[in-house]
C-alpha cells in the first residue's frame, strides 16, 4: 500500500518535456515475521530500513534522482506489532512529462509518476493506492507558471518481456499560465500593428517608411527573442499563429506603402493612391480586430 505527499512541484521544462517533484513517499506492507509482543506503550518500534527487506519500489519514468541526507538519512521504517511495516522516504525526482504543444500557450498538460516494482512480477508484490488519502499536497509549493487543475491517483500495469509487474500511478492535471505571453507577444505585436495601421494617415515619405521598417524590424527581433525561449516542435503551435498573423499584418502594410508611392509616381494617379491609403484605414483594423477574435476563440477552445 502506498501514500504519497507531494512537497514541492517546480521546473515544469516544456523544452526538453520534464518536471521535478520533491516527495515524501511512504509504503506499507506486512511482514509476518516481524511480528512481536512489545510492552511498552508505543504501538510500534523504529528500526534502521537498512537492517530489513523493502521492495525494489523504482519510478519508471525517472530521469534523475536522489535520497535527502542533510542532516542524516530522510528515511525511517516503522515497524508494528503485528508486523506491518511503514516505510517513508524523502526523494527528489526529475520525471519525464511527453507534451503536445500544439494548443501552447493555453495548453494544459498531463505529468504522472509511475512506479512499480523493478524485479519482483505482479504476483509477487502487487501495488495499491492507500484508501483514504493516497496523495498528498502541499499547495504552498506549487509552481507559479502553471495552475494544477487536479490529480488522480491510479492502477496501472507495467508489461515487459520478464512479465507482467503491478504499478501505480500519479496524474497532474497542468494549465499553462500564460500571462506572460500577454505581456511579451499578444500586447507587443498587437501595439505595433496598430503603429503599421496609422501610417495610413502619414503623407510625408520618409517618416512613414521609417515609421514601418521601426516596426517591422521590432516585430522581427521580438518574434526571433521570444522564440528562443520557447519549445521547439515539428508542428506549429497556436501563438505561432499569432506572431506568424501578425508580422504578416505589418509586412501587408509595407507593400501598400510601396502600391501607392508606384501609383502616386504615375500620372494622374495620385487619387487612386489615396483611395488605396483611406481603404486600407478602414479594411486594416477589421481585419486584424476579426483575426484577434477567431484566435482567441481558438484558445478557448484549446
Not at 13 to 33: G, H, K, L, V, Y
Not at 71 to 82: C, D, G, P, Q, S
Request: proline content about 4%; some cysteine; charged content about 20%.
Amino acid at each position: 500500500m502506498v501514500n504519497l505527499y507531494l512537497r514541492d512541484l517546480r521546473n515544469i521544462n516544456s523544452r526538453d518535456q520534464s518536471f521535478e517533484a520533491q516527495i515524501t513517499f511512504r509504503q506499507i506492507w506486512t511482514e509476518p515475521r516481524l511480528s512481536h509482543k512489545h510492552d511498552g506503550n508505543l504501538p510500534y518500534q523504529t528500526v534502521d530500513p537498512a537492517l530489513i527487506w523493502t521492495p525494489d519500489t523504482f519510478f519508471s519514468n525517472e530521469l534523475q534522482g536522489h535520497k535527502h541526507l542533510m542532516t542524516r538519512n530522510n528515511a525511517m521504517a516503522r515497524v508494528k506489532r503485528n508486523g506491518e511495516i511503514l516505510l517513508s522516504e524523502r526523494l527528489t525526482l526529475k520525471l519525464s512529462c511527453p507534451m503536445y504543444l500544439t494548443a501552447f500557450p493555453f495548453d494544459t498538460q498531463v505529468c504522472s509518476i509511475y512506479i512499480s516494482s523493478y524485479g519482483y512480477i505482479r504476483s509477487m508484490v502487487n501495488y495499491e493506492w492507500k484508501e483514504h488519502q493516497p496523495i498528498q499536497m502541499n499547495k504552498q509549493r506549487l509552481p507559479i507558471d502553471f495552475e494544477l487543475k487536479q490529480y488522480n491517483a491510479s492502477l496501472c500495469t507495467a508489461r515487459t518481456n520478464t512479465g507482467d509487474y503491478s504499478c501505480i500511478k500519479v496524474e497532474l492535471f497542468l494549465h499553462r499560465r500564460w500571462n506572460y505571453y500577454m505581456h511579451h507577444a499578444f500586447i507587443p505585436l498587437t501595439m505595433l500593428n496598430v503603429l503599421a495601421w496609422l501610417t495610413f494617415w502619414v503623407r510625408d515619405t520618409p517618416m512613414r517608411i521609417t515609421m514601418l521598417m521601426f516596426a517591422f524590424s521590432l516585430a522581427v527581433y521580438g518574434i526571433t527573442t521570444l522564440n528562443q525561449g520557447l519549445p521547439q516542435t515539428p508542428y506549429a503551435k497556436l501563438i505561432d499563429y499569432f506572431t506568424g498573423v501578425a508580422l504578416s499584418f505589418i509586412f501587408a502594410a509595407l507593400i501598400e506603402f510601396v502600391v501607392v508611392k508606384w501609383q502616386a509616381a504615375e500620372e494622374d494617379k495620385e487619387d487612386s493612391a489615396s483611395k488605396v491609403d483611406a481603404a486600407c484605414r478602414l479594411l486594416y483594423p477589421i481585419a486584424y480586430a476579426g483575426f484577434i477574435a477567431v484566435y482567441s476563440f481558438a484558445a478557448l477552445l484549446a
